[in-house]
């Protein structure tokens, strides 16, 4: 006896066939915190892990105010006329009132907001690591499966963020303002060494000198320190996500970049140990939300999260105490 298709069945033929909706439903889907949504969310994933992994994975981020939104906007819609289709996940700031996104790409990104070969989907960070939404990865994973074939993924810019998306994507795009000083000190920070190309955004009108000296500060000081790939020197652009400028050389540094890496075989090699780590962070968080669903280990932790703040347990002895009451029932 043939078994009906299910609603996760259906809903994954029609994502495989470029539905927009579907997509954007199934985001909703992975995003949820309900349990019932984790385990469709989990056979959704699986039922279109062969139509994955055929997009080029970009992470873009740069301090607040450089220009991503606007630059992503500009980026994306050249590369949509170009015959690509493109999906942007705008990591948010998570709103401590409702929960949602703050800063609204889709009115930052007019163009491929309407773009019909684009899709912007805007998430809230939900209070992760570095701004970085807990459930971007799966979402990659949907966009590709519908069929966009350039998924880039826009951060904060702040705290650790840079590192998480790093490790999920590709390259890493660092984007860094003309004359504002902080040339040397991204340096100093290390958010370099995450950075397989530098583009210095906002080389227009009067920043355009400002914006071709602070490029030859950033080539001098990558100098100084050396590539940490043998086969790739990031290379430091001036551009303008507002005019347009630099836009089809960002491209080209993209292509050269998965051509070498593709070469080398370090491509897939990438993705591979990507995903190996984030199999172990999906067990973190499974193993995580077992301990505080269960219900004795949820009384055990709130009366040895008291104890510890009145300062009469050690925080090792109340762990230990907590992993031995779960793993004896």
């Not at 590369?79 to 705008?90: E, K, P, Q, S, Y």
């Not at 960070?125 to 994973?141: D, I, Q």
């Amino acid at each position: 006896m043939n078994r009906a298709p299910s609603d996760t069945d259906l809903l994954a033929t029609r994502i495989a066939a470029g539905d927009r909706t579907a997509l954007a439903r199934a985001i909703t889907l992975v995003e949820s915190t309900r349990s019932d949504h984790r385990t469709a969310a989990t056979a959704l994933l699986d039922m279109l892990a062969e139509r994955t992994g055929r997009s080029i994975r970009i992470g873009m981020t740069g301090v607040p105010g450089v220009g991503k939104s606007t630059l992503i906007d500009g980026f994306g819609t050249m590369l949509t006329a170009l015959g690509h289709r493109v999906a942007v996940l705008a990591v948010d700031p998570t709103s401590v009132r409702s929960g949602g996104a703050i800063l609204g790409d889709k009115t930052r990104m007019a163009r491929l907001a309407t773009d019909p070969a684009a899709f912007v989907r805007p998430s809230p960070s939900s209070g992760t690591l570095g701004g970085v939404a807990a459930k971007t990865r799966e979402t990659m994973l949907l966009c590709e499966a519908a069929g966009f074939d350039v998924v880039i993924v826009e951060t904060v810019g702040v705290g650790q963020s840079e590192i998480t998306v790093a490790d999920m994507v590709d390259l890493f795009v660092l984007l860094m303002l003309p004359g504002a000083g902080d040339e040397l000190q991204g340096i100093k920070k290390g958010i370099v060494e995450v950075a397989d190309i530098i583009a210095v955004n906002k080389a227009d009108g009067e920043n355009a000198r400002r914006a071709r000296l602070a490029a030859a500060e950033l080539r001098a000081a990558l100098n100084i320190l050396g590539p940490r790939d043998p086969l790739w020197s990031p290379p430091v652009l001036t551009l303008s996500g507002q005019t347009g400028e630099g836009l089809a050389e960002l491209w080209s540094a993209i292509s050269r970049f998965c051509g070498v890496a593709e070469g080398a075989g370090t491509f897939a090699g990438r993705r591979a140990g990507q995903n190996v780590r984030w199999m172990w962070t999906m067990l973190d968080e499974a193993l995580r939300r077992a301990l505080l669903d269960h219900d004795g280990v949820a009384a055990a932790i709130a009366e040895g999260e008291a104890d510890i703040v009145r300062g009469i347990r050690a925080p090792t002895a109340v762990a230990q105490a907590i992993l031995q009451l779960f793993t004896a029932r």
